[in-house]
């Protein structure tokens, strides 16, 4: 069974409003989450990573007043997309920070669309 | 730098064909770990195979397999008698051993038609 959950899997919204996506390890601890996001027909882009009870470290070109990451916990992090525009609908994948040896594990991931 | 590529866009074949996807990987590491994800319509990426850096061993797991040469620093997969099911978007990736950060190419399309 799944060992990643992300939720909403689906989310629509209109342009402005914050959007909170979860993700959750549901038998596992990691210290480390990283938070990716896909335009559609693209590749996955790595915006930031995070580690448990300190601040995120975002990748160039993403803005980290926009993408709000609060890592509370070793097996939950969330991130929040403040204002939302429609430039910002993508599909946004959380993954695990597992040893590289061990089981990678992904959420399935949650698509947002700003309307 | 680490970067990957994966320089066919799409690929389109028909059922029983076999096709290998490529994947040339860059990095300055000694120790790094290579991927291969597929990802279907749901998005949701399954995991394919993980291969160290130090295991140049090919591999073989049913109708697919994995082709390691560091010397071209390449990773490809073949899918052999390839069915409708195996279409889908696949991405070879890479990690460090430190960071755990995980590079993805830009992914092939794979249309397998019946």
């Known amino acids: ?17 914050s959007v909170k996506i ?16 896909q335009f559609p027909k693209q590749s996955l882009m790595l915006m930031a990573t995070s580690n448990e009870g300190s601040k995120a470290t975002y990748e160039q070109g993403v803005e980290k007043d926009k993408f709000l990451i609060n890592h509370a916990s070793l097996t939950l992090s969330t991130l929040t997309v403040t204002s939302a525009h429609p430039e910002d609908s993508s599909f946004y994948i959380c993954k695990f920070g597992l040893a590289v040896q061990e089981t990678q594990y992904f959420g399935p991931g949650t698509r947002l669309l700003v309307l | ?19 290998t996807l490529d994947c040339v990987y860059e990095t300055r590491d000694t120790t790094y770990y290579l991927f291969w994800y597929k990802q279907p319509p749901s998005g949701e990426l399954v995991f394919l195979i993980r291969r160290n850096s130090f295991d140049e061993q090919n591999e073989i797991s049913g109708r697919y397999s994995w082709n390691f040469q560091k010397s071209t620093s390449s990773f490809n997969f073949t899918i052999t008698a390839s069915q409708v099911v195996d279409s889908a978007v696949y991405f070879c990736a890479l990690s460090n051993t430190g ?3 995980t590079i993805f190419g830009a992914g092939t399309r794979l249309f397998v038609k019946a």
């Open chain 1, 22 to 37: 979860e993700c959750r390890s549901l038998d596992f601890q990691a210290t480390t989450m990283f938070w990716y996001r």
């Open chain 2, 1 to 19: 730098a680490q970067k990957v590529t994966q320089a066919q866009t799409e690929i389109s074949v028909v059922e029983k064909e076999d096709v």
């Open chain 2, 99 to 101: 960071g755990f950060k």
């Open chain 1, 1 to 17: 069974g799944a060992v990643v959950s992300q939720h909403p899997s689906w989310v629509i919204c209109k342009s402005g409003t």
